[in-house]
């Protein structure tokens, strides 16, 4: 029985040896290419990085241009259509600002409504209680 152990203990180093080199290099085969994998990406991300500032510097050059090459005319038009739209947010901010205005007022009368029905309630309160305490008999 004991060399059926020792049979079993050989067949399995022999083995061991036999999937243990090859599973140690396809170890090292994966992460090397892990590496070259992260590797890649950071150069990809820097280069992508890169291209993404010149086409924003490019888009400026190109705004500047326009604007240098712009006609008078084309100019004046921007110009006016800015000049229509402040004229009308200038029109809005009126409008929000009598708005408030008004509401405040609103809301002003509504509270002086609101202490004069309180001062009413509590003057008919005080003519109960004066009707009250001259009808009673007094003992």
């Given at each position: ?6 049979l079993?203990a ?15 290099a ?65 029109e ?9 205005e ?28 004066e ?9």
């Open positions: 029985m004991t060399h059926d152990w020792q079993i050989t067949f399995l180093g022999a083995a061991a040896t036999l999937v243990g080199i090859p599973l140690t396809i170890v090292f085969y994966l992460k090397v290419i892990r590496e070259d994998q992260r590797d890649f990406r950071s150069t990809v991300a820097t280069r992508v990085a890169r291209i993404e500032a010149e086409c924003d510097r490019i888009e400026h050059a190109v705004e500047q241009v326009e604007r240098r090459y712009t006609t008078k005319e084309e100019w004046m038009r921007e110009t006016m259509l800015a000049r229509t739209q402040l004229g009308r947010l200038t809005l901010m009126a409008r929000l600002q009598a708005e408030l008004s509401s405040r007022a609103l809301a002003t009368q509504f509270v002086r409504a609101t202490n004069a029905i309180i001062e009413l309630t509590e003057r008919l309160g005080r003519r109960c209680c009707q009250n305490d001259q009808t009673e008999p007094r003992p």
